[in-house]
């Protein structure tokens, strides 16, 4: 998830045209390979077949998601599920943040950029809670990074010295 913050690295420009719509969006975060560092999964559980992009309608919208390619199974699959960054958990133990790819995006977005909660607030019109809870998300993930490293690190010496 290092990556996510460090593909950040563009104009403010440029990342308002990636934002602009959810299919631009999916596309982006696609095109980073954001989905398999986050550790996607690609295979459905009811045949173990692989699984495509696939364009859904709904309600007027088109969204992408994971279909499988086995001719009987059509299982689907959101590029949400079993992915702890991109399905925010509520405080009520939900899964679901009620806020599109985009505007999670954003968020995070603006975070890379050390601004100030009040900031983002103001810029995005999302409550203080929303905020919060995004910022102290890409904080703990930021964190775990380090301690992941460290511990590699530690390992990789103890491994040496023996």
């Given at each position: 998830?290092?990556?996510?913050?460090?593909?950040?690295?563009?104009?403010?420009?440029?990342?308002?045209?990636?934002?602009?719509?959810?299919?631009s969006?999916?596309?982006?975060?696609?095109?980073?390979?954001?989905?398999?560092?986050?550790?996607?999964?690609?295979?459905?559980?009811?045949?173990?077949?692989?699984?495509?992009?696939?364009?859904?309608?709904?309600?007027?919208?088109?969204?992408?998601?994971l279909?499988?390619?086995?001719?009987?199974?059509?299982?689907?699959?959101?590029?949400?599920?079993?992915?702890?960054?991109?399905?925010?958990i509520?405080?009520?133990?939900?899964?679901?943040?009620?806020?599109?790819?985009?505007?999670?995006?954003?968020?995070?977005?603006?975070?890379?950029?050390?601004?100030?909660?009040?900031?983002?607030?103001?810029?995005?019109?999302?409550?203080?809670?929303?905020?919060?809870?995004?910022?102290?998300l890409?904080?703990?993930?930021?964190?775990?990074?380090?301690?992941?490293?460290?511990?590699?690190?530690?390992?990789?010496?103890?491994?040496?010295?023996?």
């Open positions: 998830t290092q990556f996510i913050f460090y593909t950040f690295n563009m104009l403010a420009k440029d990342f308002y045209s990636i934002i602009s719509s959810d299919e969006t999916t596309n982006f975060l696609i095109r980073k390979m954001l989905w398999q560092i986050m550790k996607m999964p690609n295979v459905p559980i009811k045949c173990g077949s692989g699984m495509n992009l696939y364009l859904r309608n709904e309600r007027g919208k088109e969204r992408r998601i279909r499988c390619k086995r001719k009987g199974c059509q299982t689907t699959q959101s590029l949400r599920k079993d992915n702890a960054f991109w399905t925010f509520d405080k009520n133990g939900r899964l679901n943040s009620g806020l599109s790819l985009s505007q999670q995006l954003e968020l995070v977005f603006y975070w890379t950029q050390g601004l100030s909660n009040k900031t983002i607030m103001a810029l995005t019109g999302r409550s203080s809670n929303t905020v919060c809870d995004w910022m102290n890409c904080r703990d993930i930021q964190y775990m990074e380090k301690k992941s490293k460290e511990e590699k690190t530690t390992e990789k010496i103890t491994k040496y010295y023996e």
